[in-house]
């Protein structure tokens, strides 16, 4: 595949991983993105996961027939972008690696070798000429990785951007982006709102034509659309009016007083997502929270102490830095009822968030009052 003329994709598919970096489902697959610049002197952006290194290598010789690489660029130490580098050494041991200082004390610790013969260490505003391309190094810490470099190809206007603007499923440009781009971004980067907006910063001054990632489709046009989210997303913004109401249940009453609440706001015509905590991809959940300014949450009390799967759930969002929400709470106990005093206390943690005036509380089952007290709520979430 041609990203521009003299820049070609050579990544591959993986369709067999259930749980990406061991915990993010991936039911559409994921790619490992790696992109060849051929010019006098011929670059490659980045190796693959181990299982695919041979795959890679054959897709690489397929472009250079018998052409040697002179760089391999290592954006990414992650594993899913590093681990073939190996490959890539017993293949081709005369290119040399361009990577940041800590990525190759990463490689060290990765490989037992920093390949110290064949290092071109780079930082911010470095550039390398490959003859007619100029790259152009960026340092982004912690998108995802503290060693993460970006680079900008300034003669084809690309912008190989490492872990971000990634997506779970296909590279293939038409399917749609934002919900697994934003389940990718919250889950793996979303703690780090602060260095994805500095980065945000620094590619707002380049002229960008091609944002070339690490996962995903290559993004050809409407690059806005996409700058744009990852800005909502790296400053925490909801990105658009809605309630998520993620619930717990061991009986189903806690389900019957979430669903009711679901059905409620659905009908004051709000826009609205409702998750099984102990079923659903918690994941997705987590998302949702970030993707709406308004979280419901509903949960019995287990064990004094609130059930394990909204536990669970609530851990996800306060790491990932949740924050500028309004919450409400539902919460249910057959005898000292303790979950909304615990959901509350554990998301105390999180800056700005508003909880609603009313929090509905069910003993066991719901009745005429917590029907009307989940109405109650319902009005107030919409107001
Ligand atoms: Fe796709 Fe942070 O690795």
């Given at each position: 595949m041609n990203i521009t003329e003299d820049i070609k994709y050579i990544g591959v598919s993986d369709g067999a991983t259930d749980l990406f970096e061991g915990q993010y489902s991936i039911p559409n697959g994921i790619t490992y993105n790696s992109y060849i610049i051929l010019d006098e002197m011929c670059a490659v952006m980045d190796s693959v996961d181990a299982a695919f290194g041979s795959e890679w290598i054959s897709n690489l010789k397929a472009v250079l027939g018998a052409r040697v690489p002179d760089y391999l660029i290592v954006q990414h130490m992650e594993p899913d972008h590093s681990a073939s580098i190996i490959d890539f050494i017993r293949e081709y041991p005369t290119a040399k690696i361009v990577a940041s200082r800590a990525a190759f004390a990463m490689m060290r610790g990765f490989f037992c070798n920093d390949f110290a013969d064949r290092q071109v260490v780079v930082t911010e505003g470095d550039t390398l000429s490959l003859g007619r391309h100029t790259l152009q190094f960026l340092t982004a810490p912690m998108v995802h990785w503290p060693e993460v470099i970006m680079t900008y190809d300034v003669t084809d206007r690309v912008l190989f951007s490492a872990d971000g603007f990634g997506r779970f499923g296909s590279a293939c440009e038409d399917e749609p982006w934002a919900d697994e781009a934003r389940r990718y971004y919250i889950g793996i980067v979303g703690k780090y709102g602060k260095q994805v907006e500095a980065v945000l910063k620094k590619a707002g001054a380049l002229d960008i034509e091609i944002i070339a990632p690490l996962h995903g489709p290559v993004l050809t046009h409407d690059l806005g659309l996409y700058l744009g989210l990852y800005s909502k997303w790296a400053s925490y913004t909801p990105e658009e009016r809605g309630v998520t109401v993620a619930y717990a249940s061991v009986y189903g009453n806690t389900a019957k007083a979430a669903v009711a609440l679901y059905e409620e706001l659905k009908a004051r015509g709000e826009r609205v997502t409702l998750f099984d905590l102990a079923r659903c991809d918690v994941h997705e959940a987590i998302a949702s929270a970030f993707r709406f300014d308004r979280l419901v949450l509903a949960a019995p009390t287990y064990n004094a102490d609130v059930f394990p799967a909204m536990k669970h759930y609530i851990l996800g969002l306060v790491e990932r830095g949740f924050t500028k929400r309004t919450v409400g709470l539902i919460e249910n106990g057959s005898w000292a009822p303790r979950a909304a005093a615990v959901m509350k206390g554990m998301l105390?943690?999180?800056?700005?968030i508003t909880f609603t005036e009313g929090t509905v509380k069910i003993t066991s089952a719901l009745n005429s009052e917590t029907k009307a007290a989940l109405s109650a709520l319902a009005d107030e979430l919409c107001k």
């Amino acid at each position: 595949m041609n990203i521009t003329e003299d820049i070609k994709y050579i990544g591959v598919s993986d369709g067999a991983t259930d749980l990406f970096e061991g915990q993010y489902s991936i039911p559409n697959g994921i790619t490992y993105n790696s992109y060849i610049i051929l010019d006098e002197m011929c670059a490659v952006m980045d190796s693959v996961d181990a299982a695919f290194g041979s795959e890679w290598i054959s897709n690489l010789k397929a472009v250079l027939g018998a052409r040697v690489p002179d760089y391999l660029i290592v954006q990414h130490m992650e594993p899913d972008h590093s681990a073939s580098i190996i490959d890539f050494i017993r293949e081709y041991p005369t290119a040399k690696i361009v990577a940041s200082r800590a990525a190759f004390a990463m490689m060290r610790g990765f490989f037992c070798n920093d390949f110290a013969d064949r290092q071109v260490v780079v930082t911010e505003g470095d550039t390398l000429s490959l003859g007619r391309h100029t790259l152009q190094f960026l340092t982004a810490p912690m998108v995802h990785w503290p060693e993460v470099i970006m680079t900008y190809d300034v003669t084809d206007r690309v912008l190989f951007s490492a872990d971000g603007f990634g997506r779970f499923g296909s590279a293939c440009e038409d399917e749609p982006w934002a919900d697994e781009a934003r389940r990718y971004y919250i889950g793996i980067v979303g703690k780090y709102g602060k260095q994805v907006e500095a980065v945000l910063k620094k590619a707002g001054a380049l002229d960008i034509e091609i944002i070339a990632p690490l996962h995903g489709p290559v993004l050809t046009h409407d690059l806005g659309l996409y700058l744009g989210l990852y800005s909502k997303w790296a400053s925490y913004t909801p990105e658009e009016r809605g309630v998520t109401v993620a619930y717990a249940s061991v009986y189903g009453n806690t389900a019957k007083a979430a669903v009711a609440l679901y059905e409620e706001l659905k009908a004051r015509g709000e826009r609205v997502t409702l998750f099984d905590l102990a079923r659903c991809d918690v994941h997705e959940a987590i998302a949702s929270a970030f993707r709406f300014d308004r979280l419901v949450l509903a949960a019995p009390t287990y064990n004094a102490d609130v059930f394990p799967a909204m536990k669970h759930y609530i851990l996800g969002l306060v790491e990932r830095g949740f924050t500028k929400r309004t919450v409400g709470l539902i919460e249910n106990g057959s005898w000292a009822p303790r979950a909304a005093a615990v959901m509350k206390g554990m998301l105390a943690e999180s800056k700005d968030i508003t909880f609603t005036e009313g929090t509905v509380k069910i003993t066991s089952a719901l009745n005429s009052e917590t029907k009307a007290a989940l109405s109650a709520l319902a009005d107030e979430l919409c107001k």
